[in-house]
Structure formats: structure tokens, C-alpha cells
């Protein structure tokens, strides 16, 4: 069995992934199997900008808390 080649994607790829399983509703293993990608590496795209996503509401909540104590 060949090794598969380790394949870079520019971030215009990588936004088209998310969109078609965000706005075509596709799944993860669909969009991959569609795209010969590996999953894991699409669920990773996924999970690292889900973490940035909670990072950036936790920031958020701090700064709303912060300005409503300074309104008082």
C-alpha cells in the first residue's frame, strides 16, 4: 500500500469545507468522502475554530460584565 502524500489547503479550501457542511448540511464524512479528504483532518479545522469561537464568547461576557459594573 503507497503512503498518502501529505497535502496542504489554502484557507479558500479550507472555507469551502465549512461551508458545505455548514450551508449545504452536509456531513463531515460526506464532504470527505465528496473531496477525497481524511476526516480527522477536516474535524480538527473544525474543532480549532470552535475553540476560537468559545475563547472569543468568553472574551466577550468579560467585557459585557465589565462595562455593565461601570454603567452602575
Do not use: H, Y
Not at 22 to 43: F, I, T, W
Amino acid at each position: 500500500m503507497t503512503p498518502r502524500i501529505r497535502r496542504t489547503f489554502d484557507t479558500a479550501f479550507k472555507l469551502q469545507v465549512v461551508q458545505m457542511i455548514r450551508d449545504q448540511g452536509l456531513s463531515v464524512g460526506q464532504v470527505c468522502r465528496d473531496l477525497d479528504l481524511v476526516d480527522s483532518a477536516v474535524r480538527r479545522e473544525l474543532e480549532r475554530e470552535n475553540l476560537r469561537l468559545r475563547e472569543d464568547n468568553t472574551l466577550l461576557k468579560k467585557a459585557s460584565a465589565f462595562f455593565a459594573r461601570e454603567l452602575k
